[in-house]
Nanobody, 126 residues
Framework: QLQFVESGGGLVQPGGSLRLSCVAS????????IGWFRQAPGKDREGVSC????????NYAYPVKGRFTLSRDDAKRTVYLQMDSLRPEDTAIYYC???????????????????WGQGTQVTVSS
């Protein structure tokens, strides 16, 4: 079973920054790829960024490219999402989950054996 716990969300003003953390349980050490998703009220969940753990290749969705940075600390079994230049439209619940890979690239599709966590709320507002 692939599980992660998200944290680090909060209320921030437009233009501000937050760093989200995604801690893996021991059973997720073998996950081939990890992705960050978000879901805003009334909208579908969308992929934000993902990393292929074997190649360390990172992908970013167009709305966050250049503003968000995904990184990984294997010793802490943690994946981070540094979010800078936040905008009101970034307001959402953010989730991390194991994702699948295709042709060496991570894709925004939950791994069949993974479960969604509780997520962490990010609110960007003045």
């Amino acid at each position: 079973q692939l599980q992660f716990v998200e944290s680090g969300g909060g209320l921030v003003q437009p233009g501000g920054s937050l760093r989200l953390s995604c801690v893996a349980s021991e059973f997720t050490l073998g996950a081939s790829a990890i992705g960050w998703f978000r879901q805003a009220p009334g909208k579908d969940r969308e992929g934000v960024s993902c990393i292929n753990n074997r190649t360390s290749m990172v992908n970013y969705a167009y709305p966050v490219k250049g503003r968000f940075t995904l990184s990984r600390d294997d010793a802490k079994r943690t994946v981070y999402l540094q979010m800078d230049s936040l905008r009101p439209e970034d307001t959402a619940i953010y989730y991390c989950v194991a994702v699948v890979t295709r042709d060496g690239f991570c894709v925004y599709r939950k791994h069949p054996t993974a479960e969604w966590g509780q997520g962490t709320q990010v609110t960007v507002s003045s």
